[in-house]
């Protein structure tokens, strides 16, 4: 496969690996089955309103429902897998949309004067699934 710089698959597979598979889709189980324990851990936020959480609810269950696929395709681009290039633009285009919708969801909070995050919590994630979904795009798109 033709590699965007030397050892790109493998950095693009680590990545979704730590930012998809352990933060999104680790994180988001341990949020859907005990949400007072990931409230303690850091993983959910105290004070939250009950409008928000059901959204966050939601947004869990739909990242525990596809984040599977991100370790599939993390490992399928560790082996350096024709599959795993395929497979990784799933993981690629879903961190670009979670952190578009991220930023904005947090944006929206802060509006409406229920600001929970640091703004360095919300740039650093926003910026941590921007740069790798487009890491990843760029590395998927190179391979075919």
């Known amino acids: 496969m033709d590699q965007l710089f030397p050892y790109a698959h493998i950095a693009a597979g680590v990545l979704i690996i730590c930012v998809g598979f352990v933060f ?48 599939i395709a993390g490992l399928g681009l560790l082996l350096d897998t024709e599959w795993g290039y395929k497979l990784a633009w ?36 926003s910026a941590a699934n921007f740069a790798t979904g487009v890491l990843v795009i760029l590395v998927a798109w190179n391979a075919s």
């Not at 859907?32 to 324990?37: P, R, S, T």
């Not at 939250?48 to 696929?69: F, K, N």
């Not at 949309?97 to 969801?105: D, K, L, Q, V």
């Open 90 to 125: 799933f993981p690629g285009v879903v961190f670009v949309y979670h952190s578009i919708s991220y930023w904005f969801w947090t944006r929206n909070r802060r509006k409406s004067a229920h600001r929970l995050e640091t703004s360095s919590l919300r740039i650093g994630w």
């Open 24 to 71: 999104h889709w680790i994180g988001q189980f341990v949020c859907l089955i005990d949400w007072d324990f990931a409230t303690k851990i850091g993983l959910a936020e105290k004070g939250i309103l009950p409008e928000y959480r059901v959204y966050e609810h939601a947004i869990a269950t739909a990242d525990v429902a596809i984040g599977w696929i991100y370790g």
